[in-house]
């Protein structure tokens, strides 16, 4: 019997332009009303994930940046920090090779003006430009602060990367939450380790739990549960983790993914 149920957001829950439709909140309810917990699960930072839930109508703990904090809320109960000097060293590798980043650093999630600007034009989620922090010194202003690196995400042409520069970091993990981007993180933090904390929680066994996603970042929520569910927009290693595959997040995917899990 399934009791908890884990949402992504990009791909997932969030239709292509962004937005919950009424068909999944009216499913996130349904669920609720039956006496499960509907969480997200997500790349976002704390901020976006605490909007989205409320949003969706799900409870509010949940877990973010790419399953590397766990939070009720806006309010941080766990997080999980690359170790240093591979933080510093990561960050560093990846300003000398000028690529768009998202540097998560703690609980603050910084970005350079010029790419702030590129995001205000076409990432329009008043939740993250409220909280982002523009600085164009990202290292001097974590040792200004005291800040970890907790994860960065890198955007456009994956080729030109440091891939294996970065990946022979100690204790740091490389994933992707699309086909055009690079996510680091410390080594164990994932979402299928945060949901793990999570469904502990509510007193939830891990094989009573779904999670639905569509991307390589969503693997170890969907490795970690009974019941996985892949987006029909998934790529075709994540359809082959999951159990079922719904439709995809322009066909009212989650609404369907929920109401399955209703059905048992």
């Known amino acids: 019997m399934i009791k908890l149920i884990s949402l992504d957001l990009d791909g997932t829950l969030l239709t292509p332009d962004g937005k919950v439709t009424a068909a999944s909140k009216e499913a996130i309810a349904k669920a609720r009303a039956a006496g499960l917990r509907v969480v ?16 969706a109508g799900c409870d509010l703990l949940n877990s973010s940046v790419g399953g590397a904090l766990v939070s009720e809320g806006e309010r941080t109960l766990l997080r999980w920090d690359v170790p240093e000097p591979s933080g510093r060293q990561a960050v560093e590798l990846c300003l000398d090779w000028g690529f768009d980043l998202l540097i998560f650093a703690g609980e603050r999630t910084l970005v350079n003006s010029k790419y702030k600007r590129y995001l205000e ?10 909280h982002a922090v523009v600085t164009d010194d990202p290292l001097d202003y974590m040792a200004l602060h005291g800040l970890p690196l907790t994860k960065i995400h890198g955007e456009l042409n994956p080729a030109r990367y440091p891939l294996e520069r970065l990946a022979a970091l100690p ?42 996603g569509d991307s390589a970042n969503d693997l170890e929520a969907l490795r970690a549960v009974g019941t996985p569910i892949a987006m029909g927009n998934a790529p075709q290693d994540v359809k082959a983790a999951a159990a079922r595959v719904a439709p995809s997040n322009a066909e009212e995917g989650v609404a369907w993914a ?3 899990c209703l059905e048992g």
Do not use: M
């Open 40 to 55: 997200i699960n997500t790349g976002r930072d704390r901020h976006e994930a605490a909007w989205f839930a409320r949003e």
């Open 121 to 130: 034009r076409y990432y329009p989620f008043p939740s993250f430009h409220e």
């Open 171 to 212: 204790g740091v993990t490389l994933t992707t939450s699309s086909s055009h981007d690079v996510e680091l993180l410390a080594a164990g933090a994932d979402k299928g380790q945060a949901l793990a904390h999570i469904a502990a929680q509510y007193g939830v066994a891990l094989n009573q739990c779904a999670a639905v």
């Open 258 to 260: 929920i109401l399955s």
